[in-house]
């Protein structure tokens, strides 16, 4: 996180970046070891949540996503006592329910900009623990503070957001094609937690095989640039989590519009694929900027006219969040 800020209460306010992640899948829901989960994610550049909190002598919330402000400030006064007497201008908002991480950085966001206005400064991981988010991924905290290509070590026997154990710079070369259809939402809030509840048993071999090609493929791959085999990799993990969730998202992916698309651009000979989280957004990663705009523009010509995707080609990002004094 680019933290620019100091321990002193600003008194004229605070501007945060929080920045959108793709969550790229799970390593080992089975549990065996006493941890679940185990988190693959990519911070990306260019799609954040960006808000501007001043004091203010009753609470007023301006911009997208307005309706789930207040409830997260009230609750970070009945955790910390910060009162909700602040303004806060939301001038740009993660999509929300898309699989790309919009509470968890809103809530970041709000948590950070609240405690440093009271003087009483929080880190990220503190922020997530009151606030309820990072429960089964530590990805979004990651992205907040360090940005980059993240897996955390999964949820333990701590009450806290899992811890990170492996951080790669991505390169800076490769871009991320976002497929999203505006038209749906992932699954999210108590049919989140039913669908987890309702999941069958993840076979303990199948967990062993994703973290051996997580240890093994992933993280080599990036570390030599190496897409093709990073590629393949990615895509078989997302094989593999996406059919254990399909009885909870309807298929291997949410939106059969997105699943279209995907396929379109696996025809192309796109190796790196798959569904953030529980989507509806889908990705490919191919490794320049003219190739995603060449791609994108072959899928629109191949995909029907009334799809309702939208799309768009970003960077990673290999830093954290921005807060920044006003």
């Known amino acids: 996180m680019n933290n620019s800020v100091n321990s002193m209460t600003h008194r004229n306010g605070i501007i945060v970046e929080a920045p959108a992640r793709l969550h790229l899948g799970f390593l080992d829901m089975h549990g065996g070891l006493q941890r679940?989960?185990?988190?693959?994610?990519?911070?990306?550049?260019?799609?954040?949540?960006?808000?501007?909190?001043?004091?203010?002598?009753?609470?007023?919330?301006?911009?997208?996503?307005?309706?789930?402000?207040?409830?997260?400030?009230?609750?970070?006064?009945?955790?910390?006592?910060?009162?909700?007497?602040?303004?806060?201008?939301?001038?740009?908002?993660?999509?929300?329910?898309?699989?790309?991480?919009?509470?968890?950085?809103?809530?970041l966001a709000l948590g950070v900009a609240r405690s440093l206005l009271a003087g009483q400064p929080l880190n990220?991981?503190?922020?997530?623990?009151?606030?309820?988010?990072?429960?089964?991924?530590?990805?979004?905290?990651?992205?907040?503070?360090?940005?980059?290509?993240?897996?955390?070590?999964?949820?333990?026997?701590?009450?806290?957001?899992?811890?990170?154990?492996?951080?790669?710079?991505?390169?800076?070369?490769?871009?991320?094609?976002?497929?999203?259809?505006?038209?749906?939402?992932g699954v999210h809030g108590v049919a989140e937690t039913q669908a987890f509840a309702d999941l069958p048993p993840f076979p303990e071999n199948l967990a062993a095989q994703l973290c051996r090609q997580m240890l093994m493929q992933v993280l080599p791959a990036l570390a030599e640039q190496d897409l093709a085999t990073f590629g393949r990799a990615i895509r078989h993990i997302q094989h593999v989590v996406g059919d254990h969730f399909a009885p909870a998202q309807g298929g291997r992916y949410t939106s059969p519009a997105v699943a279209h698309a995907l396929a379109q651009l696996e025809s192309f000979g796109v190796s790196c694929v798959g569904q953030s989280s529980w989507g509806p957004t889908g990705f490919a990663v191919v490794d320049s900027d003219s190739v995603a705009h060449a791609l994108l523009q072959k899928l629109q010509q191949t995909l029907p006219v009334d799809n309702g995707l939208t799309f768009q080609v970003v960077q990673a990002r290999n830093r954290g969040g921005d807060v920044i004094p006003t």
Do not use: Y
Not at 50 to 57: A, G
Not at 157 to 175: C, N, Q
């Open 36 to 107: 679940r989960f185990g988190s693959l994610g990519l911070t990306l550049d260019s799609v954040s949540t960006v808000l501007h909190m001043t004091p203010s002598e009753r609470p007023e919330v301006i911009g997208p996503q307005a309706s789930r402000v207040l409830p997260l400030l009230q609750k970070l006064q009945d955790h910390f006592g910060f009162d909700c007497n602040v303004s806060v201008t939301l001038s740009a908002a993660i999509p929300e329910h898309a699989g790309l991480g919009s509470g968890t950085q809103l809530a």
């Open 124 to 185: 990220a991981r503190q922020v997530a623990q009151a606030l309820d988010r990072g429960n089964r991924s530590g990805i979004g905290v990651a992205a907040f503070e360090v940005g980059g290509f993240l897996l955390d070590g999964g949820r333990g026997v701590l009450d806290a957001p899992p811890p990170l154990i492996s951080r790669l710079e991505f390169p800076a070369d490769w871009r991320v094609l976002l497929i999203l259809d505006p038209r749906q939402q």
